[in-house]
Each structure stands twice: as structure tokens, then as C-alpha cells.
T-cell receptor
């Protein structure tokens, strides 16, 4: 079946350090992946996406890495700030436009 | 440039009543998606619509739930005869069109069934 899972439910990092959030996906047919950030009481906010024909994509302070061989996705946040504290979801598109979300990782940034 | 709009933001219904949730997509977006989120869980896909068409409703419960996206006006998610298990946050997302997969989410409607 379709499932996207995360290895670590909670990640605590010191302000200024780099954060790495990992995600495993199960559907090898998925061709598109997105990372979302969700703050308490708000909707998911698009962070960065990557298509299956790429293995790395960079944005502002964020990098997404895709390893199709082991069906693994990661989000790297450079110089983590208190405002980065949120729940982070990876999502995959197995086809047909719908997204399959993982359970989420809580990122806590310590000042 | 307004984002995805949802209303109401909070909705309280008693068991057996009907809930109607509205979603206006981003300007220029013709594709709408509804997701449900239970506390401390990820979002679960419910339905994908284009104007006047349901494209994929594989995530919709078979009974009591329906969705529409009319030619004019917002998309509506309708839940009839609500039960306590329907209590959740319901999010709407929109995307520009086929082949452009990025979905932008609204702030959600938090439904509480008492």
C-alpha cells in the first residue's frame, strides 16, 4: 500500500545548528515529493519540492535530497532558527495529483 | 495575491447536524483538493476536484460526505449527519493545473462535533 514514514518523531536542535529531517517512502512509482512545514493552528506551508529525475534541490537555507535506490528523502535546514520550530511533513505523489503525507516530525529549536 | 481561503475557520456542530466547509482556491488555480487531519497525525487525502468535475474521490468515506466545485463560487465539502469521529481539521489545497503538482494549502477549518 501507499505509505510515507518518518524515522524520528521529534528532533531537538540548538539554534544555529543544521537540522536534518528524514523520510522513507514506499511507492517506487512516486515521481514528485514535497516538504511542508506546519505551525500550530495553521495550514501546511510549502517549503521545497523535488521531482524524481533529480537527487538534490536547494532553496533558501533548505536542501532536499532524494535517494531513489533506498526510497529515502531528507530535508536539511541550515543555521536553524527559532522560527523553524514546527511539524515537518514529507509528502509523495504516487500519481493522479493526490499527495500521500507522512506522520510528521516535530522540530524544536533551543535558544 | 490572496492565498487559499477557507471558511469558517472553526465550526461546532451537534451530532446529526450538517457541516458545510468552503474553499476558494488561489487566483488562477483550477484544481482543488481536500484533506483531513486528525490530532497529531498527517494529512489524509479525501478528494480532488476540477471545476464541475470530481477527478478522484478515493479518500472520501462512502456515506455522508460529498464535495463539489461549481463553475462559479467556492468548493464545498459537505458532511451530513455528523458524528464525533468527524471532528478534525479539514484542509483545502489548490494547484495551477495538471502536471503542476505543487499544492498550496489554506488555513483549514476545525470541525468539532459535540
Amino acid at each position: 500500500g501507499e505509505s510515507v514514514g518518518l524515522h524520528l518523531p521529534t528532533l531537538s536542535v540548538q539554534e544555529g545548528d543544521n537540522s536534518i529531517i528524514n523520510c522513507a517512502y514506499s511507492n517506487s512509482a512516486s515521481d514528485y515529493f514535497i516538504w511542508y512545514k506546519q505551525e500550530s493552528g495553521k495550514g501546511p506551508q510549502f517549503i521545497i519540492d523535488i521531482r524524481s529525475n533529480m537527487d538534490k534541490r536547494q532553496g533558501q537555507r533548505v536542501t532536499v535530497l532524494l535517494n531513489k535506490t533506498v526510497k529515502h528523502l531528507s530535508l536539511q535546514i541550515a543555521a536553524t532558527q527559532p522560527g523553524d520550530s514546527a511539524v515537518y511533513f514529507c509528502a509523495e505523489s504516487p500519481g493522479g495529483n493526490k499527495l500521500v503525507f507522512g506522520a510528521g516530525t516535530i522540530l524544536r529549536v533551543k535558544s | 495575491n490572496a492565498g487559499v481561503m477557507q471558511n469558517p475557520r472553526h465550526l461546532v456542530r451537534r451530532r446529526g447536524q450538517e457541516a458545510r466547509l468552503r474553499c476558494s482556491p488561489m487566483k488562477g488555480h483550477s484544481h482543488v483538493y481536500w484533506y483531513r487531519q486528525l490530532p497529531e497525525e498527517g494529512l489524509k487525502f479525501m478528494v480532488y476536484l476540477q471545476k464541475e468535475n470530481i477527478i478522484d474521490e478515493s479518500g472520501m468515506p462512502k456515506e455522508r460526505f460529498s464535495a463539489e466545485f461549481p463553475k462559479e463560487g467556492p468548493s464545498i465539502l459537505r458532511i451530513q449527519q455528523v458524528v464525533r469521529g468527524d471532528s478534525a481539521a479539514y484542509f483545502c489545497a489548490s494547484s495551477p493545473g495538471t502536471g503542476q503538482y505543487e499544492q498550496y494549502f489554506g488555513p483549514g477549518t476545525r470541525l468539532t462535533v459535540t
